[in-house]
């Protein structure tokens, strides 16, 4: 069965504390895995897409990397405003999977 | 620079009654998706559309219905609201199938 689990929950950072978000997948056929932010109220965000095994994309304080089995979202130094959910999504042939995310939040 | 438009943002119904969700693209994709968030669930499909003309079914169809009604424009009914289908939906585009989908900000949909 296709699945995407993420890890941890919830993670609460002191401002400047890196760390690393974790998606793991089980499908059959990955086309692609992409991750979102989603503050609250609002919708999804994109952020990044990964499309193969070794592949890294960078923005701002955010790094994606993706293996066979997992994508992992790095946050150096983060501030306050990083604080929101992240979501990844999986593609495989005929539909998107999401995992139900992880809350961030970043105290100053 | 609106991107993906829904209307209403808040709706509350009564058991029975029927509602239609607007959804509104400006970005010329072509697959628009209507999604339900639940605490717990993570999003989940309810239909999407591949191309103008074309509807087909996500994970949890049922109760649900979708019109294409332009390339733009992807609106969800609701025939015979029920307590269950209390929720915060959400619409997104992409160009094709596969590429990065693009959300609006969700109705937030309570049926008591």
């Known amino acids: 069965e296709d699945q995407v689990t993420q890890s941890p929950e919830a993670l609460r950072l002191q401002e400047g504390e890196s760390s690393s978000l974790n998606c793991s997948y089980t499908?059959?056929?990955?086309?692609?895995l992409f991750w979102y932010r989603q503050d609250p109220g609002k919708g999804p965000e994109f952020l990044f897409t990964l499309y193969s095994a070794g592949e890294e994309k960078e923005k701002e304080r955010l790094k994606a990397t993706l293996t066979k089995k997992e994508s992992f979202l790095h946050i150096t130094a983060p501030k306050p405003e990083d604080s929101a959910t992240y979501l990844c999504?999986?593609?495989?042939?005929?539909?998107?999977?999401f995992g139900q995310g992880t809350t961030l939040q970043v105290k100053p | 620079n609106a991107g993906v438009t829904q209307t209403p943002k808040f709706q509350v119904l009564k058991t029975g009654q029927s509602m239609t969700l607007q959804c509104a693209q400006d970005?010329?994709?072509?697959?628009m998706y209507w999604y339900r968030q639940d605490p717990g669930m993570g999003l989940r499909l309810i239909y999407y559309s591949a191309s103008e003309g074309t509807t087909d079914k996500g994970e949890v169809p049922n109760g649900y219905n979708v019109s294409r009604l332009n390339k733009r424009e992807f609106s969800l009914r609701l025939e015979s609201a029920a307590p269950s289908q209390t929720s915060v939906y959400f619409c997104?585009?992409?160009?094709?199938?596969?590429?990065?989908?693009?959300f609006g900000d969700g109705t937030r949909l309570s049926i008591l």
């Open positions: 499908v059959s056929g990955l086309r692609g």
């Open positions: 970005m010329n994709h072509n697959s």
């Open positions: 999504a999986v593609q495989a042939p005929g539909k998107l999977i």
């Open positions: 997104a585009s992409s160009e094709t199938l596969d590429q990065p989908q693009h």
